[in-house]
């Protein structure tokens, strides 16, 4: 029994209790059905960056943002495509706030972004939803 507690002391200071619990990624901010990808791929506009190309269409006043992602089969097998999906998630989870106009997102991924520093990946996501916050605000301002 005393081996146990050694072992049970080390989970108390893992990652698991250190999470915020509070910065989830919930189902209403993520892009779930296909049609809605498609509009956003039909649509929307395109930001080009390294890692990833973001297309974004705005979406009605007061309905917030949605985030999906696209993750192909020909960027890995499926412990790769699920890496850059989980990253991709961690990333956008951090960065969410950068962007506050209703606007539906969809994040495809290269392969290079599988390998790629974490911060610089932190980066290309609040980057882009810099860019998007940019051109909404400068298409609303023409409107």
Do not use: W
Request: charged letters at 30%; aromatic letters at 6%.
């Amino acid at each position: 029994m005393s081996a146990m507690a050694p072992k049970e002391s080390a989970n108390l200071s893992g990652p698991s209790t250190t999470r915020n619990t509070g910065g989830r990624f919930p189902r209403s901010t993520r892009l779930l059905r296909h049609a809605d990808f498609e509009r956003v791929y039909k649509l929307g506009r395109r930001h080009f960056s390294p890692q990833m190309t973001v297309f974004y269409l705005p979406r009605e006043k007061g309905a917030g943002s949605r985030v999906g992602f696209t993750v192909g089969r020909v960027l890995g097998g499926a412990v790769e495509r699920n890496r850059i999906k989980r990253r991709l998630r961690e990333a956008v989870r951090r960065q969410r706030r950068a962007c506050s106009a209703p606007v539906d997102v969809v994040i495809n991924a290269k392969k290079s972004l599988l390998t790629a520093e974490f911060s610089k990946v932190l980066a290309e996501v609040g980057n882009a939803f810099d860019v998007i916050q940019q051109k909404l605000s400068g298409t609303r301002a023409r409107e």
